[in-house]
């Protein structure tokens, strides 16, 4: 049975900072791509970053260079660091996994909810 939890998610100021973090059981992070969405209740699903299996990294425009994507293959996590966070940014933060890079995500978490106040 595969899981993801993420957590770390919370309130914050605007410029401000927060590591989401996406603990994989059932799975092997270092064979997946695994990457992190998010959602408002106003916006569809969004594509925020991912990592595949060999370490590649790719952003959405609207966080790169704000945000960075990491993989702890011992602990079986993968991260997000989120600087310089905006209101914007407010949103439930979902990690999901894939075997291959590219297709749909077969494995979702339950998500984490990063709230950023002006």
């Known amino acids: 049975q595969v899981d993801l939890v993420e957590s770390g998610g919370g309130l914050v100021q605007a410029g401000g900072s927060l590591r989401l973090s996406c603990v994989a059981s059932?799975?092997?992070?270092?064979?997946?791509?695994v990457a992190w969405f998010r959602q408002t209740p106003e916006k569809e699903r969004e594509y925020v970053a991912r990592?595949?299996?060999?370490?590649?990294?790719d952003y959405a425009d609207s966080v790169k260079g704000r945000f960075t994507i990491s993989r702890d293959n011992a602990k079986n996590t993968v991260y997000l660091v989120m600087d310089k966070l905006k209101p914007e940014d407010t949103a439930l933060y979902y990690c999901?996994?894939?075997?291959?890079?590219?297709?749909?995500?077969?494995?979702w978490g339950q998500g984490t909810q990063v709230t950023v106040s002006s």
């Open positions: 990592i595949l299996a060999s370490g590649w990294t």
């Open positions: 059932g799975l092997t992070a270092t064979r997946y791509t």
């Open positions: 999901a996994a894939r075997i291959s890079a590219s297709g749909a995500y077969k494995y």
